[in-house]
């Protein structure tokens, strides 16, 4: 959906052949998708639904044609409606609740204000965990402008809350492709501000100031990129030569990674089925197609609660660990008619075909914890001999000709976005490598970085982790200096070497 | 909540002190509250909701106001609206294909008709699941007249379903109290129709005709009592002589215990905290007060995925289990400022206490999987220096004068039932052993049944049990001839002593 | 073996035939063999033999022809070598510091000596475990005589130590069966002391009272029996009318029998499997015949350690909950080619066919959790187209004509009896119990047993595992008044029904 | 122990320091200990004394003052008795039944024979499982000679088979130090054959040929080194510039790694403490110092059995791991008094100190999984005031004056080596690791490799694991051709990036 929407944006924004090509190359090898780049549609589906109820859609009027002035009598924002402030300010309060490694960063840094002077530019989500992100970026003494990466993923109370204290943001539920834009620019282009940095999921506004402003470029220091998709387009822009700055690819860190797919999946597997289809978890038959770290995570959680799981793979590396770890390694055709859940974690395309799909028992339930919405072929079901019923939001019986029913969730569309919610504790890890990496990128020494792509360096990735430890109320060991010595550490870290698998 | 609403009618109905003593009585060893007999509130909160779009409210005509027919002329029921049967027999169609058990039932017996004869008078949550019960009873040769044991938890367009097909059913969503007890009556009291069997859930049947029509039982067969309450009630009657006619508790089959408890506890834990909280599982320090069945179930669930969880016990040899589990056992004073969950699975009452709830640290969800609401004791958080927040459907935040905010879920009522949905698959337990303990008690030679309360024979909870396991495409193995000597077994079973733990 | 012996001693002993049958049917029902009857093997294989190295053989002399006197003058006894006692007395000192629940027992007790005036006669293992317990006994008043129930299992150290000590033992390790009864006689029939107690591991000792000297039943006020063997006889006197005093069964106490089958045997599977073969769990197919607590036991370990379980069943019941659990419900044939390890868990007999030996996979390994090595056709490997080879101790390969090998354990005699150990913990909670039933029997009100066999009560079955919590740091909560009325519970127990199935 | 006799080997035979220097440097950021390289101690202890009855030491002549022949006229070998050939054979055939991926790999590579025209000169334990890669590398065309690289690890009938089949060994068990060096020379310097390929475990023969025999390397195609000793040998040279030919690390492959640390720790960890202690793991209070892939092992297979475990880490995000785990992550002198077994898995040394074994509790178990002998301050132990008195093979009893017992394993080397074995399975992965590195280097075309140390391409890593997936009758996906390209993949893989952290 995301996908679409991008390519529609790119399609009607440029004339510029080459261009379009640089950027609407899938990478070809993606990892998992960032959650965070998709969250719009978790947001749009359960949160956002629950939290916004003063978003009742009466007021018609575009934000762009209204006058909001907020009550210091600053005007430079463009929400929704500047009056849900209040609302908004207590969504964030709770969310700082669950993210005190941000809060805890903020007071650590805030008397030495190592962001004294930034000027960053963002184009992220907007919900209430960014603007954490957002106000402790503030308190560490930048200055920001920022606009969403999704035209459906704001929450309209907590941009109105953040304008509300002067921030500068320009968002709102429902943006049109033209709006979207609108919004970038007006973050970009404003009289006496120009950005020395920039904060970007998804690419949209790199590219943008990479086609209007590129002179913006002569003064900012780096960019911080999140998600899969603007991190290929970086890694390709440097590969053309055209990378002008430093940028930190933060969607790579070892703890995002971890929390995203391993973690966050081993959870939201359960909840998604869970939540869509009621099933009983005891002695359910399941094929996990793919035992990367999403598969690891879907697979751990079935087991434990009584589902006798099954796997596919094409890395014999991870057959291997499959079988180590006590899953049976098949080929989907061998054991589709037994099934009684096929959840598909590849990254790849057409793992479940129709073929397949017609030998299904009946009830079989078949959704998709992977990248795209092309893992399960979909479309082969759309064809004339097959009903489909929708029987609840995100829930569909296709009903076979012999009267088999298939139940497909999300229409093949990431189950965990679409059904289930990402836990604040997963975006605060975000968030608070993202602060990391601009602080970094920001003060980084004259040469330290060059025009490329870096991950952030292992020791910050520690630092992140160590931020959230006292959510567990773990407590680190230190080494000695005899310790340290014995092991060539230092005793602040960083304690791996690169290569480390964790 | 459904238990206030049951001293209500008795208050309302009796002036008779000593029989209102009777009934009034809490179990006082009670085990776990029946799943069934409080359906009500998960249905009305999430399932039905969704299931129910035709029951818009526009319509407040008393059912009992209204002059209904079938399309096949008949009028002999109540029901909310007769039309919405179309979409009713849908949903019994949907439950159908996860109940096959009662379905095989239904073919098996089906040429021999162990029912005909049997007139059937039935109270029960009228839900999907119900209509396949009662037209599998249909199937087998009964006669059956049916109402609500809850004035919430009736499903109109399923009652309007069994209607169509004939049955009379008199139900509806939201009866008044004396709806409730008008409708009853309507089921026991016709001409030309006098029930000899009763299923009950709740025993509020089974008092009315103990009331109003005595003679009823001179007829009767036998009761099969689904509930707690009910089955407690059964048991006083027996002590005081006043039974009069056989009566089989259900309640305590092996097979609906440990799905009730152990199986459903285990999934419905993590469900019914991801939907209200959602919560990261892992490292999060959970206390479970209660290491009986449901207590396992929750504590099994929870450190599968990644939670630290210790219990809190009053019996030494549950203690031990729950050591031998890798659960340490604690009092809840001591970790109580520690914990992130607090979780009570015991069936008595103030086990959380306002000292212990005052000691909670911010954000510490507490929630009850046990029998009552009075687990916790809520009641001291209604005072006026705690302010409550209602924050979600479920979920309401208690904020101290500091600010800390304990984060309450269902105020303390069942979690599994306000907060997650039940399986269909443990419903068909559930009904399946109510079916075969109509048949054994409507088919039982003179003189096996007294008048005394039965647990249904072994043999039977074992056909239960195998009539659900071509669920999981489970082969059992026979007995060889020269083996079932060798074990003094008849090869049918049953196959385990009476006082077999399981 | 045991068994065998068993018979053939009785054969030795009486000609009267009538007497033969009565104690020679095998339980036909039984549960599974007590661990403690069968120690014997285990201590020979493992434990004895390290703990024993001054037990070198060179002296031949049979101890009843030795005239040997302990430091204190006294020579009431017969045992290998009284030398050894001080050994012995390190050994019991070590297993005193596992057994602390008994040496707890010993404290509470020991100012109100419960057993002042008992006389017991004993005959079980002796070993520095049933020292600790001996010397327990000793210290709440008791006076001892001791005899072995095994031929094998004596530590001739442990029996020394506690001759040294003036309990007078009669036992050494490599008894005749002609020195097995001698013994037995030399502690019921001595001058100026009978019996009033009777604690028996196997009912040899009963036996040999009720045939030689039936007038001391008499005074004695009961019999305790820990085996499974011992409590059939005793349940088979009693049916026949012949059971003179009141007998406690501890076999079927709910603590003991959890620790001896469900969560010794989790342990013990995999330490009997890696003995014998240091076979690697992770991915290997394993079918675990039979789900009652034994195998329930095997399968958590295995699947915990990434083995790949299935299991058969002829019980729907148990089949239902291995469905739940997670593990494959099949039937021995259909997957017993693909199998890497095969563990029967019945109690039954011919579980595994000759026929299902010939379609094993090469490196098949076979072996017996349950009660008897009848579990595998052991048998019929006994041909001539097959070659045995043993590999190591308690391993042999099997050999088929087309060089498949077959490995079979402890030629399908207990797995966990021949290859691994018996923790101390599992053993104190054996002698607590036997403990608690001498003093409830000897100090039970007149009338209060009648000529029956009893189960321990739950409330002293509570108590054992009471006083083994300390081990684990685990601190029970106490109930309220308020609490206990509510639940309608003694504040000190029992909490639980008898029916209670934990 | 075998480090102590490293530097002892080195101390006698070389007076150059700065060679000694380059060799002597333990690594300093060493991972964990190949398995392979100490290999000697488990096969020592338990393994080799079973399958080795015929090595009864009455025969006390040195094998290099025999004049023997094999039954081929050969006499180009010193085993301790070609007489033991057969029985050796047979433990060769068994071992080949466990490594099928080596016969395999012979099967399959034969026709082609990539091996024809290598010499190979192989320094590695001497075992069934060597046995089978060696003969596996002369089916496949190599010509082999082979010596021993630890004095204690050669099994002699192994030797002795191999020797009978035409291969030139020099290795017995219990060799001198002057023994050693003597095999080593009599494989390299041996009249008119000049090895062209090393194989190496521990780097002693390399070191021998750097020293004696510079001028080998002119015609060597390259080095494959197996530990972690060895391979840092190698970086050493790397570095310094003295590498004159390519080097092939295959202790780092992934599948060898996974399998030496994670899995098999997970095993023996359990393994390591049941046949040392018996203790039952239920319960039992565990810390675990350390949560890298060994911390990792031993966690889940103890938590899995019921153990309570708590993790000290140095790394926040390993830390932050165990956390999501469910490991309460702790300082070790927060817990010690607490803890029941304490656990090593750090690398680091002093990691458990006097004043912490001093504040253990009577009976706690002390034991290392990690590298070195110095993770416990074991040599603070050696005190007047302390009592050691050894209970069984590798269990002391450290006895404080007050009367605690610490019970301290296997002196603190590793556990794993020293008291419990290694499977075949994870042999036959490093077995077949290194004969594909051989096959790599061996045919690699000129200028792929430099003089450098390689790790094995991952194409090849992922044909070990595919080798080893018929063990588990697993089956592999293979991409469609449009699969591969949409994931821009090559059909035959490699199928992850270099940095891939599975």
């Known amino acids: 959906m995301a996908h679409k929407h991008g390519h529609g944006r790119e399609r009607i924004q440029f004339a510029n052949t080459e261009d379009k090509q640089e950027f609407s190359k899938y990478p070809t090898k993606a990892g998992r998708r960032s959650l965070s780049r998709s969250i719009s549609q978790s947001s749009t589906d359960s949160y956002s639904s629950a939290a916004s109820y003063t978003d009742s859609s009466d007021d018609e009027t575009s934000p762009r044609d209204k ?3 907020n009550t210091h009598g600053n005007s430079d924002f463009c929400v929704k409606n500047i009056k849900q402030a209040e609302f908004g300010r207590r969504e964030i309060e709770i969310a700082e609740q669950d993210m005190s490694a941000l809060i805890s960063l903020r007071k650590r840094a805030q008397g030495e204000k190592p962001l004294a002077g930034a000027k960053i530019v963002g184009c992220t989500h907007i919900t209430a965990q960014t603007a954490v992100l957002i106000e402790t970026l503030v308190a560490l003494g930048a200055q920001c402008r920022w606009t969403a990466c999704n035209i459906y993923s704001t929450q309209n109370e907590v941009a109105a809350a953040l304008a509300e204290t002067g921030v500068p943001v320009f968002a709102w539920k429902g943006e049109s492709e033209d709006d979207f834009w609108w919004c970038i620019d007006r973050c970009v282009n404003t009289e006496g501000w120009q950005a020395n940095m920039i904060l970007d999921d998804g690419g949209d506004l790199t590219h943008w100031v990479y086609k209007k402003y590129p002179s913006v470029f002569k003064k900012v220091r780096g960019i911080v990129e999140e998600s899969v998709t603007g991190v290929h387009r970086l890694y390709q822009l440097s590969k053309a030569g055209k990378l002008c700055v430093p940028a930190m690819n933060v969607n790579d860190s070892v703890t995002k990674q971890k929390f995203d797919n391993l973690y966050c999946c081993r959870e939201s597997i359960l909840d998604g089925l869970k939540r869509t289809t009621d099933i009983m978890f005891g002695g359910k038959q399941v094929v996990v197609c793919g035992y990367g770290e999403v598969g690891k995570g879907c697979c751990t959680a079935l087991k434990a609660l009584g589902a006798i799981v099954c796997i596919t793979e094409i890395d014999p590396i991870c057959a291997l660990q499959a079988c180590m770890d006590g899953f049976r390694v098949v080929k989907l055709s061998e054991v589709i008619r037994q099934m009684d859940v096929v959840i598909t974690c590849t990254g790849n395309k057409n793992v479940v075909t ?71 504790f997963v975006l605060s890890i975000t968030a608070t490598t993202q602060a990391l990496a601009l602080i970094e990128l920001f003060n980084a020494p004259e040469g330290r970085y060059k025009q490329d792509v870096y991950l952030l360096p292992k020791k910050m990735d520690e630092y992140v982790a160590s931020l959230h430890l006292p959510n567990f109320d773990a407590h680190l060991t230190e080494l000695s200096d005899e310790q340290a010595k014995y092991m060539g550490l230092n005793k602040n870290g960083p304690f791996k070497p690169n290569y480390y698998r964790y």
Chains 1, 2, 3, 4 share one sequence.
């Open 354 to 424: 129709r073929e397949q799909l017609d030998r299904m028992k009946n009830g079989c339930i078949v959704c998709n914890m992977g990248h795209s919405n092309t893992e399960i072929d979909v479309a082969s079901l759309r064809s004339p001999e097959l009903t489909w019923e929708r029987v609840r939001s995100q829930v569909d019986h296709i009903i076979w000709p012999d009267g088999k029913r298939v139940v497909l969730l999300a229409e093949g569309r990431l189950l965990n976005l679409s059904c289930s919610t990402v836990p604040t």
């Open 67 to 69: 006058a909001q002035v």
